[in-house]
């Protein structure tokens, strides 16, 4: 199956709903709306065609949504993922309104994990193998910080830790005992589907294959867990990559993201 339409049906069918919120430490339901809260104060929105609501429907939904996690004051951050396939008129404007920043567009990528699966030549020095231990987890996740945002956090090595608790694996490679490019598989419990996320190759690293040999390795291991399907919100950094392997672009998707506003000092 390669026809844009039918992935993206399975993807809708699979993937929607209350999978977008495993490994929430709670969830719940508002109207068409699921709302996880993860650890380390994480919030997360998702909906579909938003009940067949108006503009002035769709605001009232988006303010009852922030409200909802706004209140609970371990929430710091929230994500609200779009998709532009999605019958949400006016969502972008409410969103907007509501203090939420839309973050770069991403394209929805689908394939079969054996399009990924090849035997990939890497560079003198370099080797690739999954996480093992957690500090293995900690490295990958301080060297992705250190291209997506220029420093390490610290709680974002407890979320990775948490998601290979629930059955995600790291994938890292390496060059003179330091982790040039990362990566993640997850695998969606009940679904043909994993995810491959997380991508981060060192710049000085970039254009010599690395990544492509990384995403070889997670296919595989895919493929032994009987995963029929990967997907996987690409930047423009990988989606040609996957493209050429044969993956197919089915819709995009934007975050927005709303942080709690600081509070002056008395």
Same mark, same amino acid.
Request: proline share 6%; glycine share 10%; with cysteine.
């Given at each position: ?53 108006? !503009? ?16 609970? !004051? ?30 770069? !567009? ?80 997850? !695998? ?79």
């Amino acid at each position: 199956m390669t026809d844009a339409s039918a992935l993206l049906a399975a993807y809708d069918a699979q993937l929607r709903g209350e999978h977008e919120a495993i490994g929430a430490e709670r969830r719940f339901r508002l109207g068409p709306l699921w709302i996880g809260v993860f650890a380390e104060g994480r919030g997360f929105i998702s909906g579909r065609d938003l009940g067949g609501l108006d !503009p002035r429907g769709v605001r009232a939904l988006v303010r009852a949504a922030t409200a909802f996690l706004a209140v609970d !004051p371990a929430v710091q951050e929230v994500e609200w993922k779009t998709r532009a396939h999605d019958a949400a008129g006016g969502l972008h404007e409410a969103l907007v309104e509501a203090g939420f920043v839309p973050q770069e !567009p991403e394209s929805i990528m689908i394939g079969g994990a054996e399009l990924l699966a090849l035997d990939l030549p890497l560079p003198d020095g370099v080797t690739v193998r999954r996480a093992e231990t957690d500090e293995d987890v900690r490295r990958a996740s301080y060297a992705a910080d250190r291209v997506f945002e220029g420093e390490p956090r610290e709680e974002r090595v407890a979320d990775l830790l948490g998601r290979v608790a629930r059955g995600a694996e790291v994938w890292i490679a390496e060059a003179d005992g330091e982790v040039v490019c990362s990566g993640r598989l997850e !695998p969606v419990p009940g679904t043909d589907f994993a995810g491959i996320w997380g991508g981060a190759t060192d710049p000085a690293w970039r254009g010599r294959g690395i990544y492509r040999a990384l995403t070889a390795e997670r296919a595989r291991s895919a493929l032994a867990r009987g995963v029929r399907w990967i997907n996987s919100d690409s930047t423009e950094f990988s989606r040609p990559i996957l493209e050429r392997s044969g993956f197919v672009k089915v819709s995009a998707t934007t975050p927005y993201e709303w942080h709690r506003p600081a509070v002056s000092p008395a």
